[in-house]
């Protein structure tokens, strides 16, 4: 897995953000239980089944565990901390 010492230095330091693995999986957990129709949508209090967003969060979560099964490889860790810092970046110019 992609380090600190990998990835360019992270401009959100500092930026109180209370979210760790545990937290990601039951959002996106969450995403499909609202795209399967088995719990409202936050947003609008509206139960509604959306197939190819359940799908696809369903198979983000399978791509997650087989990736954290068999490890990353080198450039998929470098795509990774490139749109994570890309990402970031755009998140702090927005947000000055």
């Known amino acids: 897995m992609a ?10 330091k500092g930026v109180p953000i209370d979210i760790n693995f545990t937290t990601f999986i039951y959002s996106l ?3 499909a239980m609202v795209a399967l129709g088995e719990a409202p949508d936050p947003g609008t209090g509206q139960v509604g089944f959306n ?3 359940a799908k696809h969060t369903i198979d983000v979560l399978g791509m997650l565990k087989r990736k954290f ?9 470098k795509l990774l901390c490139d749109i994570v810092y890309n990402l970031r970046m755009s998140y702090v110019n927005k947000t000055k």
């Open 69 to 77: 099964d068999s490890g990353l490889e080198k450039d998929e860790q």
């Open 29 to 31: 957990s969450s995403s």
């Open 51 to 53: 197939p190819q967003l």
């Open 3 to 12: 380090d600190d010492k990998t990835c360019k230095d992270n401009p959100m």
